[in-house]
């Protein structure tokens, strides 16, 4: 049990776990305060180490020089530096440079935080287990829980740390190659048994007598390491496996262990990082792949704002939650950008038969970090390289390049995305959706999206929601859809249709979201009789064989409505948890009919209404479809059931497949976060061929040139970001100094098309710089 929290800064501490987070976390605590006794203990010996070298980026290496010049100096003095990144495919050697790495030996740099200690007081221990976490608790003001990925401390207090740990598909090892490497290297080696990959970069400079030291880590799907026989192999052999794996790469030169072992990576998230007067530090507290660098990075950072927080914050309870305040929200995104690196390695053979370039660049932006402005800052002629291959013209961003879906031509891949307004009146659209939809319109998006067109008045989610079910609906439609047509020539409309399920008869959204109405509810409908929220929402009817006939003949009778009021392409909503996504997820198909069971049989009815709707859609007309690529719920769709759900419309005739997730079950608990959702189409794409709309918090144009020239998706639908600018697209072209086809201002507006100029707040800049004794007698003269 943890002691009894200590008022006032801690006097006496104790640091569990001696790697850099435990050991730069008491240099710092005994610097700001030399009274302070402080002990750390590391069950290992002092030279013992696992892995080779680390990575630190210049905004760390600048906290470390602010806080202890000492340690800083000494670790400048040992660093390897580079800028370019090699990215090798298929035997062709791709650079880009301007990256900036800095890196040094593992042990170097715990011999250097070692000194530091002693320099200072700190006690340190080794091969030595720390007490009991409750122990030192007990005994001491302040317990740091620097132990690591398999802390003993989180273990014993997980009831109040409520750690989570998820396990990833790939293997991995931790080597090293007595040379230096001249860049950060990535390379693949495609054998019969699957494809597998090495990270690779150096961390220790050549010198008299020495070549220099790399770090290479090579890691594989569990699968492909299985079936190549490497998990019944021991360290030496595993590495010399490796070492003929990627004999070019090595210059046929040998790779050494270090107690290396295959292991599969885990990511560690905890629901809180102290209590009582234990605070967890570094991988105890959270973990990131090591594919973007940044455990020993986040290590460190954890250290300085711990160090600050105990400083700053006089009473140890509030230091603690200031240090949690400020470092979670950094971890989070790191965590986010490693999850999205870790999984495009783990799907890395869906990219191998990309051009060299455009695989290089997916590479370099896999984890959503490194965009395309970003590179395109670092490395000009990179970038300029990748997009000439894919084809891109001269000073044109890659979101403006047309796109043809069947009959429709796109002028850019941009996409208004649906968005429920909740302002009609008995589903009839009226000025305000001429004026929201005519705006974004005259906006620049390539294709415009209409909210959800419900298909029956039992088919609205609440009385506000927009219908296609009257000749008054289809006439109102087709006023908005003229309009912007007329005033923005070159603009698609599409319109998407869906029925509420058992998701409708609910308030408007700034009433109450998800709320039944308080008066004048409709019943519903679903696939099984299930209530969304329990306890709070309506119990829907399970549809039987005529309301399944009745449902689809609704919305094939809204789809003829459509293609009379002009629309460009129709949009099936199978997402959302509304009625035909409802069939797809069994979280809320239950039915035991040809229309429940199996991923096939819940596929059933919706492919049947996308087939119907399809035999009346204009044969020129494109038709997609939007899915929850995953239910964000234990037992629901996932992932790889996106992927058969995707194919199979695909197979049906959708032309392009909108990607969102979640919304289906009320319990869902999502993984937010910048452009979250995009892997999933990026999946979809890569792995079936078919062509994909992203969406998710995609929200600059920057992320939407890096998924559109990386391959990762062939529209961007963005929302909120519509709501908040109706002329994004065309910002987004004049911030990029951009004028063309892809972006046509329309005539009454094009005078609008620059920025306009704001006042200035620059000073004349000094033409004459003078000093010594010249400057003197030019003031004294």
Request: charge should be negative; hydrophobic fraction near 40%; include cysteine.
């Given at each position: 049990m943890a002691g009894p929290v200590t008022a006032g800064r801690p006097a006496r501490i104790a640091v569990v776990g001696g790697g850099p987070a435990g050991l730069y976390a008491a240099v710092l605590l005994a610097r700001l305060d030399p009274r302070r006794e402080i002990t750390v203990w590391e069950r290992n010996a002092s030279d013992r180490t696992f892995g080779f070298g680390v990575v630190l980026s210049d905004e760390t290496l600048g906290g470390i020089e602010h806080a202890d010049p000492a340690v800083h100096t000494a670790l400048s003095r040992e660093f390897v530096r580079w800028d370019d990144i090699d990215v090798v495919h298929r035997g062709r050697t791709l650079t880009s440079g301007g990256h900036g790495f800095a890196a040094l030996g593992r042990r170097r740099l715990l011999e250097i935080l070692h000194q530091r200690c002693r320099d200072l007081g700190v006690r340190l221990h080794f091969e030595a287990p720390a007490p009991s976490a409750a122990s030192l608790a007990r005994s001491h003001d302040l317990v740091i829980a620097a132990d690591g990925v398999h802390s003993a401390t989180r273990q014993a207090h997980a009831d109040a740390f409520r750690p989570r740990l998820t396990t990833h598909r790939c293997r991995y090892i931790w080597l090293a190659a007595d040379f230096a490497l001249e860049a950060f290297r990535f390379e693949t080696a495609e054998t019969a048994h699957g494809v597998l990959q090495l990270h690779g970069y150096p961390y220790a400079r050549p010198a008299p007598g020495s070549a220099g030291a790399s770090t290479v880590i090579v890691e594989a799907r569990e699968e492909v390491w299985r079936r190549a026989g490497l998990d019944g192999l021991g360290e030496q052999e595993s590495a010399d496996a490796c070492a003929k794996l990627f004999a070019d790469a090595l210059g046929g030169r040998p790779l050494r262990g270090n107690g290396s072992q295959w292991t599969a990576f885990r990511t560690v998230v905890n629901e809180r990082w102290s209590h009582g007067n234990t605070v967890l530090l570094g991988d105890a507290a959270h973990t990131a792949h090591f594919s973007i660098g940044s455990g020993t990075k986040l290590a460190v950072e954890d250290a300085l704002a711990l160090a600050a927080a105990l400083q700053e914050h006089p009473e140890l309870p509030e230091a603690l939650a200031a240090y949690e305040a400020e470092r979670r929200p950094v971890v989070e995104s790191t965590q986010r950008a490693a999850r999205a690196s870790l999984e495009w390695f783990e799907n890395l053979s869906l990219y191998l038969d990309q051009p060299p370039r455009q695989f290089a660049f997916n590479l370099l932006t896999r984890s959503r970090r490194v965009t395309h402005d970003n590179l395109r800052l670092r490395d000009t002629g990179f970038v300029s390289a990748v997009e000439r291959e894919a084809e891109v013209p001269d000073g044109t961003p890659p979101m403006f390049t047309p796109f043809r879906l069947r009959g429709l031509t796109l002028r850019n891949r941009v996409v208004v995305s649906p968005m429920d307004m909740y302002s009609a009146q008995d589903g009839i659209p009226g000025d305000f959706h001429l004026v929201h939809l005519g705006g974004r319109a005259l906006g620049g998006a390539g294709l415009v999206m209409t909210e959800m067109v419900c298909v029956s008045p039992r088919g609205r989610i609440t009385p506000g929601c927009a219908g296609l079910y009257t000749d008054t609906h289809e006439a109102a439609w087709r006023r908005i859809v003229d309009f912007a047509h007329a005033q923005s020539p070159g603009v698609a409309v599409g319109v998407q249709l869906g029925h509420s399920g058992r998701k409708g008869s609910t308030r408007l959204m700034?009433?109450?979201?998800?709320?039944?109405?308080?008066?004048?509810?409709?019943?519903?409908?679903?696939?099984?009789?299930?209530?969304?929220?329990?306890?709070?929402?309506?119990?829907?009817?399970?549809?039987?064989?005529?309301?399944?006939?009745?449902?689809?003949?609704?919305?094939?009778?809204?789809?003829?409505?459509?293609?009379?009021?002009?629309?460009?392409?129709?949009?099936?909503?199978?997402?959302?948890?509304?009625?035909?996504?409802?069939?797809?997820?069994?979280?809320?198909?239950?039915?035991?009919?040809?229309?429940?069971?199996?991923?096939?049989?819940?596929?059933?009815?919706?492919?049947?209404?996308?087939?119907?709707?399809?035999?009346?859609?204009?044969?020129?007309?494109?038709?997609?479809?939007?899915?929850?690529?995953?239910?964000?719920?234990?037992?629901?769709?996932?992932?790889e059931d996106a992927v058969t759900i995707a194919a199979a419309f695909a197979d049906h005739g959708a032309d392009a497949v909108d990607v969102s997730t979640g919304q289906v079950v009320a319990h869902e608990r999502p993984e937010y976060g910048r452009s979250y959702q995009a892997p999933f189409a990026d999946r979809i794409r890569n792995e079936l061929g078919v062509p994909v709309i992203a969406v998710g918090a995609i929200s600059s144009w920057d992320d939407v040139n890096s998924l559109i020239l990386a391959g990762r998706a062939d529209l961007c639908a963005l929302a909120r970001p519509h709501l908040y600018d109706p002329q994004w697209t065309l910002h987004a072209a004049a911030e990029q100094e951009y004028s063309g086809p892809g972006a046509p201002w329309p005539l009454p507006y094009r005078a609008g098309s620059r920025k306009p100029p704001t006042g200035r707040t620059d000073g004349p800049r000094p033409r004459l710089a003078l000093d010594g004794p010249v400057a003197d007698r030019a003031v004294t003269g």
């Open positions: 700034w009433e109450g979201i998800d709320d039944p109405l308080p008066e004048g509810n409709w019943p519903l409908v679903a696939p099984s009789p299930l209530p969304y929220r329990p306890g709070v929402s309506q119990i829907p009817e399970a549809l039987d064989t005529d309301g399944l006939t009745a449902v689809r003949d609704q919305f094939v009778a809204a789809a003829e409505r459509a293609a009379r009021a002009g629309f460009d392409l129709l949009e099936l909503h199978c997402a959302h948890g509304y009625l035909l996504s409802g069939f797809l997820s069994p979280l809320t198909n239950r039915r035991t009919d040809a229309y429940g069971g199996s991923l096939r049989a819940r596929l059933r009815y919706p492919l049947e209404v996308f087939d119907a709707v399809r035999a009346v859609w204009p044969r020129e007309s494109p038709m997609t479809v939007r899915i929850s690529a995953t239910d964000w719920a234990e037992g629901g769709t996932t992932a």
